[in-house]
């Protein structure tokens, strides 16, 4: 089942968030093969794409095989995000989000992200600045349910300005600024968001199984779901959400220790291929936390693998790691992610 955001048409309800740091090529390809329908680049700062930075430049690579894909944007500054966004437009991105959820101090301090939660007046700006530079594609917003305002009624009133600058959708996470990822995420509080309007509204926030998104579809009303940390070292997630929700799958596919092992070292190779071998061995220090977190022995692996900048050695380690695992090893739990 898809979902329609402005003249896009997404191939599910399921849609895996930006995430800093962790939402990059390879990623991306090793979930859309697992059955990820629409996933977003990291998000990328406006005044450093403007400004040509080479490194958020090389955030953008993508492929034809990486579509569709969405760009988020962060930004306070009216003009810069429209003319972030007018880039972000003509080099193809099938849709722009404006982020007004990121909690993290740094950014918050700059009155950029959840900041703008206490400046609608400005937020409108924006919302109206990056709608007019992009023509024929869809906008978007994705929010925290408030700034320390636990009652939802910040959100409300943003998705409202949302939908009156003519953005296509909103995105709501249910936690304040306030609250960083502390306790649960609200699911009433998105619902009060969906209620305020008429344009679709993607729920987020502590959605690992396919029995939590029905929950916060039935308690919401929202349209659609968005994956934060729940996709890292499970791609198979997506595929497990959407067919448990049409009733196509009564339990989640697990995949085996066997899968699991091809899976890490696939997504080693792209990183390889991609980012080169410097950049692969760093990346490979928290990827592997993902595949691993809490499975016996976890801890000696990381270290070797902490230890070594060649990307073989990484192999050998992972590959030896896994063929020493029981058949039945569980899972991974969700690795701790403070960006989604």
Known sequence: MGLQIGS??????IVQSP??????????????????????LEMVSAQSLTRENAKTRRMLATLPEDRPLGAQLIGCDPGMMAEAAAILDELGFDLIDMNLGCPVKKVVSNGEGSALLKNPALAEKVFRAVRGAVKNKPVTVKMRKGFNDPSGDEAAEMARRAEAAGLDAVTVHGRTQAQQYAGHA???????????VKIPVLGNGD??????ARQLIETSGCDGVMIGRGGLGNPWIY???EEGLSGARTAPYIP???????????HLALQRRYLGDRQAAL??????????QGLPYNKAMRVAVCSTMDCEEIARVVAEFFDNLPADAP????????TE
């Open 8 to 13: 896009l048409l997404l191939p599910s309800r």
């Open 186 to 196: 609200d699911w009433e509080a998105i619902g009060k968001v969906k209620r305020a």
């Open 239 to 241: 595929r497990n959400l």
């Open 283 to 292: 990346n490979m220090r928290r990827i592997t936390v993902w595949y691993t």
């Open 256 to 266: 085996s220790v066997a899968e699991r092992k091809a899976t890490l070292l696939q």
């Open 331 to 338: 899972p991974p739990t969700v690795p701790l992610l403070l």
């Open 207 to 212: 959605v690992l199984t396919a029995q939590d």
């Open 19 to 40: 995430l800093a740091a962790c939402s990059d090529l390879p990623f991306r390809l090793v979930a859309r093969e697992r059955g990820l329908g629409f996933c977003f």
